[in-house]
């Protein structure tokens, strides 16, 4: 009986481990694994003292049709206190966070709170359902034609992957559609502009720069839209202007790689080219 007992308990205990270590506790190695595998991630971010994170690792997430559903994604957990740079990166704000994200780090959806069994099966099935991020908003799109957050992520995407004619058009799409949601048009707009100054004629993208300039005085990204502002004015040949503008903002730059390319313009237009 006590042999019989030993083996029952080792049983438990192996399964138990084999089910922990399903989760991993790296997103670079998450990334690398979904990537190989074509496989979305799903991210447990928790705090040590969440007792809500304690009812998702222990009672919801071992569930059987949970496990079965989450067995298809690549599974990382982590202890949100430890990754600022990754809350801020996909906003979480509370904990539990459940973030489902591809291979390149891409924000797909999240859950915020205790999630249900039946949150996680649904959202996860949706999900599944298709083959990559472009897909997937493409299909919520068709579900929610007016919300305009979906196409700003879709032109974010296109705008990474370099496609900037596919992403022009799901910025003008969002922009038009987030007539009441400020910040939405505030970014799409922004977005739209920077593509225009690295693919498109420099008079539409001196023009889009200014109208920003203009409609969002008090945007947290001003001090970087006057620096493509002035760039645009240099490269369509007002370099009096463009100096004047660039010399005003260069103390207020706050990223290594705006303060070079501020340097550079400026010591370009010093030099007549």
């Known amino acids: ?13 192996c399964s138990s481990l084999s089910a922990e270590s399903s989760w991993g506790n790296s997103i ?6 979904a990537k190989q595998e074509n496989k979305f991630i799903i991210v447990d971010v928790f705090a040590d003292w969440c007792t809500y994170c304690m009812v998702l690792e222990k009672e919801i997430f071992p569930d059987p049709e949970v496990s ?3 067995d298809q994604f690549v599974r990382v957990r982590l202890d949100g206190e430890e ?4 809350r801020k990166k996909y906003n979480v704000e509370g904990y539990p966070t459940i973030l489902f994200l591809d291979g390149d780090g891409n924000f797909v959806t999240k859950i915020v709170g205790l999630a249900t069994k039946e ?13 990559n991020l472009e897909s997937f908003l493409k299909t919520e799109i068709r579900k929610e034609k007016e919300n305009p957050h979906l196409n700003f992520r879709l032109g974010l995407l296109y705008f990474q992957n370099k496609e900037y004619e596919k992403a022009e058009e799901q910025f003008l799409t969002s922009i038009q ?4 949601i400020p910040i939405v048009k505030e970014n799409s707009h922004f977005n739209l502009n920077l593509i225009r100054s690295v693919n498109g004629p420099k008079d539409v993208a001196l023009s889009s720069w200014k109208e920003f300039i203009k409609n969002y005085p008090n945007s947290k990204r001003i001090t970087t839209a006057k620096l493509y502002y002035g ?5 369509t040949g007002d370099y009096k202007l463009a100096k004047s503008i660039l010399t005003e903002i260069q103390p207020k730059l706050v990223s ?6 501020c340097k550079e313009t400026l010591l370009q237009i010093e030099k007549g080219f």
Do not use: A, H, W, Y
């Open 1 to 13: 009986m006590l042999r019989f007992t030993t083996l029952v308990f080792s049983f438990i205990f």
């Open 28 to 33: 670079q190695k998450g990334f690398e694994t």
């Open 68 to 70: 079965r559903i989450l």
């Open 83 to 86: 990754f600022p740079n990754l």
């Open 119 to 131: 949150d996680i099966v649904s959202l996860s099935k949706r999900i599944l359902q298709e083959p």
């Open 177 to 180: 559609k987030s007539k009441n």
């Open 231 to 235: 760039i645009s004015l240099k490269e």
């Open 256 to 261: 290594e790689s705006d303060k070079t390319i």
